[in-house]
């Protein structure tokens, strides 16, 4: 796109928020969208493979269901993907439903994609966790008056996750199951 492409490790800030908002900081609004079109081109073949599962993640959410806990998936990401991205790693089994955003940008607002999410389900806010790694899975929770856990092991900082309001957190996927009691 003709704009400086920053290391690889200056770009962690775009994991997590919506495609086009971080686009609209890298580029500029006027080519957000074109730069949105330019990443999808190849994420949709490749990239979304490249994905690396956390140690013990499988092995978590076979815990958490085993015991009976109702898991759902509510990412940023377009459902069309994340399926696709669970499908590959086997993980769909662990999940009732898996919520995402649509392609044209509906509901990438983790707030009205959690609000869309309780309300399929009929779930209210104050009974359920939502689980995450980034400001933007903290501050969609507060608002949805849903409790956070802030995994620590994610893309996100401790910092960034207490200045969204988070205040529980899981070190390491063995600790969601502990972490997810002592919230109940």
Do not use: Q
């Amino acid at each position: 796109m003709g704009a400086p492409v920053p290391e690889k490790d200056a770009l962690e800030w775009c994991i997590g928020p919506p495609l086009f908002e971080s686009f609209e900081k890298l580029v500029g609004v006027e080519r957000s969208e074109e730069g949105v079109v330019l990443y999808r081109e190849r994420f949709g073949d490749v990239g979304l493979f490249e994905n690396e599962l956390y140690a013990g993640v499988p092995a978590a959410l076979s815990s958490l269901v085993a015991a009976g806990t109702r898991l759902f998936v509510a990412s940023s990401k377009p459902k069309v993907y994340v399926d696709r991205i669970l499908d590959h790693f086997d993980l769909t089994r662990h999940f009732e439903e898996v919520y995402g955003s649509e392609l044209d940008g509906t509901r990438t607002d983790k707030r009205e994609l959690l609000f869309y999410a309780l309300a399929e389900e009929g779930v209210p806010g104050t009974e359920a966790t939502m689980i995450g790694d980034r400001g933007v899975d903290a501050v969609g929770a507060v608002h949805n008056g849903m409790a956070f856990l802030g995994v620590l092991y994610g893309y996100g900082s401790r910092e960034e996750l207490e200045r969204a309001g988070a205040n529980h957190f899981a070190a390491s996927p063995d600790d969601l199951f502990a972490s997810l009691a002592g919230r109940s």
